[in-house]
Every structure is written in C-alpha cells, then in structure tokens.
C-alpha cells in the first residue's frame, strides 16, 4: 500500500506571501493525485487532481500542483494567499486498488 | 443534488452502547467509502464498498461494520463503542477508484 507523507504540519503565513506545501508518496505504480482543501467545520472539498498529462495542475480559488514523477512528488503553490485560505490541506494518492490514501494533514493560518 | 449526505451530525455515547451511522449520496455513485478523521493523522479508511452488496476492510476496520444494501446509502454500525472510537466520521462517494471522491458534512461523534 502507498504511503502519503506532508512535511509540515502547520504554516503560518501573512496575506498576499506566496504558500507552497510538501506531498510525496511511496508507489511506483500509475498513480491519481489529489489535493482536498477543509475549511473550519465544514467537509473536504477538491481542489485539484492529476490523471495524466501536463504534470502542472491548476485548480480552484487560484491553487496549482506540479508532479513531479522522478522525485514522487505532488507539491501545491498558490501565490498569494487570502485569509480565507486558512483551512487545513491534504494530499491524496489513488492507485489501483479502489482507496485514497491520504497524508496527515497541514494546517494552513494566513493572518490579516 | 444534496450529494453526500450523512446522519446524524453529533452523537455523544457511552461505552458499551451501539449505534448506526448512515450515509446518502443521489450521484448514483458505484463505489462509497467510510473515514474516521483525528488529529495530527488525517483521513483513515475504515470500510468500503464498490458496489451494492459488497463491502470490503480498511486500514482501520476493528469495532467497525457496514452494509450496503442499497447503492445509494452505506451504513457504519458500532456495535460496542468505545471511548477510542471518539472521532469525526466522514463518508464518501465516487464514480470509480481513480475518480476524484465527494465527501458528507461529517459527523461527530464522542463516547464517554
């Protein structure tokens, strides 16, 4: 089974910095990528995937992932941040066998 | 469409006590999935189905079971909680293994 590991377990930022958070995974296998956002109280939501093709992903409310397949990495950016970005981030790897794996979690505060 | 939807939202039991968790989704979605959600450790997959009549084990099935007898509801079941089992559940649902998945609200859920 893949493993899905986030470095940081929270970041604190300004509005307007520029966020980019970690992902690796451990599949060598053809895999799907997924960043869910969840805002406080509420339910996961997606903010992008990747199936294949251009490895530079752009998803809603301004967020972008590269894949980065030799270093197994699916890290997301997003320029400037708003404070209504603060919400925890996860990563998420699909493979062949029906599930998600999903990383740990980062929590992302943007401060006014 | 509601999407996924989940009842009920908060639960407080005792140890020893049973409940059912029930999960709705109106996508016509094949496969539906249950997580538990703690802190520091991200989405855990306890169960999940790929079709109606069939369910299969997660990374974290123990003290848990399902049923889905209809394709559009799945059903979590504590027969004998615990306080270890004082979590946030989540269900999901998608159209395939490799498709993005829709997630319910959540629902809380604390034994004493």
């Known amino acids: 089974a893949q493993s899905v590991s986030q470095h940081n377990h929270h970041v604190i930022l300004s509005e307007a910095a520029s966020l980019e958070l970690g992902c690796n995974y451990s599949?060598?296998?053809?895999?799907?990528l997924f960043w869910y956002v969840q805002y406080p109280g509420q339910h996961l939501q997606l903010l992008l995937k990747?199936?294949?093709?251009?490895?530079l992903v752009k998803g809603i409310k301004g967020f972008e992932a590269e894949f980065i397949k030799s270093k197994f990495s699916f890290n997301l950016r997003k320029p400037s941040v708003q404070w209504s970005d603060t919400a925890e981030y996860f990563c998420?790897?699909?493979?062949?066998?029906?599930?998600?794996?999903f990383g740990a979690g980062t929590t992302v505060t943007v401060r006014a | 469409n509601a999407g996924v939807t989940q009842t009920p939202k908060f639960r407080v039991l005792k140890t020893g006590q049973s409940m059912t968790l029930l999960c709705a989704q109106d996508?016509?979605?094949?496969?539906m999935y249950w997580y538990r959600q703690d802190p520091g450790m991200g989405l855990r997959l306890i169960h999940y189905?790929?079709?109606?009549?069939?369910?299969a084990k997660g990374e974290v099935p123990d003290g848990y079971n399902v049923s889905r007898l209809k394709k559009q509801n799945f059903l979590l079941g504590l027969e004998s909680a615990a306080p270890s089992q004082t979590s946030v559940y989540f269900c999901?649902?998608?159209?395939?293994?490799?498709?993005?998945?829709?997630f319910g609200p959540g629902t809380r859920l604390t034994v004493l």
């Open positions: 996508m016509n979605h094949e496969y």
């Open positions: 990747y199936f294949s093709g251009d490895p």
């Open positions: 999901a649902s998608s159209w395939s293994s490799y498709n993005e998945q829709f």
């Open positions: 189905s790929v079709g109606e009549g069939t369910t």
């Open positions: 998420a790897v699909g493979s062949n066998d029906y599930k998600l794996s």
């Open positions: 599949y060598g296998g053809t895999v799907n």
